[in-house]
């Protein structure tokens, strides 16, 4: 069975001959991987990982940004008055430069699992535009101005989607992170209105090309989210982190419902166990999430900068073992 045929087995919550995998780490400690191994897939290369995850070149406008702990971070915001929105200049997303890495990787891989990443408007897009803690008072002091602005990033991701589903991607990839770890970032109407409804356009064409989709959302998922998820039409959701997840509990729920991209704990276990427990955490969530029904694709969100080598090949040693 080919990485594709795995993974998209996976996703349908069927069961393949063993677990698909990905993970990430702190961009940095990438970094390190990928000058010392040479291939900027060296996931795929070195690890045999099955799963690659790519990007369109688009930039939208932001904010004064700057890089430090291995983050960029928004230092000052793009505006403070929106009366200017209108004159904020878009990307084009037809220029074809923007899909060069897309474009790459479905040659390049063509057994693999090719997943694109966008975001939503509102968080990460719009996050950069004002920060943060900015944008949560904005969808309640300017909502009109804020749907608006909405409105025109949509329309260009929209328009990106529709691109990269004709150059044959595996699945899309929607990410923002609508969760914090003890829950729920906004009321679930919120959610809908500001994320949930942009995210529905987005994935309505992936669907008419049979392509699925995917969500990553960081932090605790509560029935309720999981629930809208479900509604959406998501298949899989990332990464349901252990550490603030109580993954047998969503096993009971929505196992054979919604399938997990994730399921490793990047913040203790990994960077900080021993190999046995690094084994036998693995194990546990083969049991839980993927045993009784498939629907597990291993992944992690950023593995901690100190975790040493073994670690890694502990990792990947067990997730190989997790044979149906």
């Excluded at 069961?15 to 996931?43: A, T």
């Excluded at 990787?105 to 693999?112: C, I, L, Q």
């Excluded at 992690?300 to 990947?316: F, G, K, L, Y």
């Amino acid at each position: 069975m080919d990485s594709k045929t795995r993974f998209l087995t996976a996703l349908n919550n069927q069961k393949p001959d063993r677990v698909p995998f990905n993970f990430w780490m702190d961009r940095r400690l990438m970094e390190q991987y990928e000058k010392r191994i040479g291939h900027r897939h060296w996931r795929v290369t070195h690890y045999g990982a099955d799963v690659i995850e790519t990007f369109g070149l688009l930039d939208f406008p932001s904010g004064r940004m700057e890089e430090h702990s291995g983050t960029t971070w928004l230092e000052e915001p793009l505006f403070t008055d929106w009366s200017t929105i209108d004159d904020l200049p878009m990307p084009n997303p037809d220029e074809e430069k923007v899909y060069d890495l897309v474009k790459k990787d479905v040659a390049e891989f063509p057994d693999k699992a090719v997943i694109f990443d966008i975001p939503t408007c509102w968080g990460v897009i719009a996050g950069q535009m004002r920060g943060y803690e900015e944008v949560y008072m904005d969808l309640y002091t300017h909502t009109e101005e804020f749907v608006k602005l909405s409105r025109r990033i949509t329309d260009i991701q929209k328009r990106m989607v529709e691109r990269v589903c004709q150059m044959g991607i595996t699945a899309l990839y929607i990410m923002e992170d609508v969760s914090t770890t003890n829950g729920l970032s906004m009321s679930p109407q919120m959610i809908e209105e500001h994320c949930f409804q942009y995210a529905r356009e987005m994935i309505a064409i992936a669907d008419s090309f049979g392509i699925p989709t995917l969500f990553h959302c960081c932090g605790k998922i509560p029935d309720v989210l999981a629930e809208m998820f479900i509604g959406l039409g998501v298949k899989a959701i990332n990464p349901l982190q252990p550490s603030v997840n109580d993954t047998a509990a969503f096993a009971s729920k929505f196992a054979g419902k919604l399938a997990v991209y994730g399921g490793l704990e990047n913040s203790f276990i990994i960077p900080q166990g021993t190999p046995q427990e690094i084994e036998e955490h693995i194990f546990k969530q083969f049991e839980l999430l993927g045993k009784p029904y498939g629907g597990l694709i291993f992944s992690s969100h950023d593995i901690d900068i100190r975790t040493p080598p073994e670690n890694i090949e502990a990792m990947v040693a067990a997730i190989k073992k997790c044979a149906y």
